[in-house]
Nanobody, 121 residues
């Protein structure tokens, strides 16, 4: 089992910055890929950025050049640095982690509780 806790969300004006952090605990040894997703009311959850166990990164087109994803060497924390924020970035942001093996319940995909990001005009 992997537990994920997000922090760093809040209210910011357009053009500002926020730094989201996700701390993983539990069976962190088996974490492979991590990422950030977001979901606005009435909208599907979408990938914002991801980083693989090999440190390859991927970004949604809407955030390229503005957001940066990184992780520490222990693979137990992933950070999303968000710059030049826009009102359309407003959403609940969720941390995701995938493991190389399933846990005792047969799960290999884990989610945090989400953190609210609100960008005002």
């Amino acid at each position: 089992q992997v537990q994920l806790v997000e922090s760093g969300g809040g209210l910011v004006q357009a053009g500002g910055s926020l730094r989201l952090s996700c701390a993983a605990s539990g069976s962190i040894f088996f974490i492979n890929d991590m990422g950030w997703y977001r979901q606005a009311p009435g909208a599907p959850r979408e990938l914002v950025a991801s980083i693989t166990g090999a440190d390859n990164t991927n970004y949604a087109d809407s955030v390229k050049g503005r957001f940066t994803i990184s992780r520490d060497n222990a693979k137990n924390t992933v950070v999303l640095q968000m710059d030049s924020l826009r009102p359309e970035d407003t959403a609940v942001y969720y941390c995701n982690a995938r493991t190389t093996v399933v846990d005792a319940s047969g799960i290999d995909d884990f989610w945090g509780q989400g953190t609210q990001v609100t960008v005002s005009s």
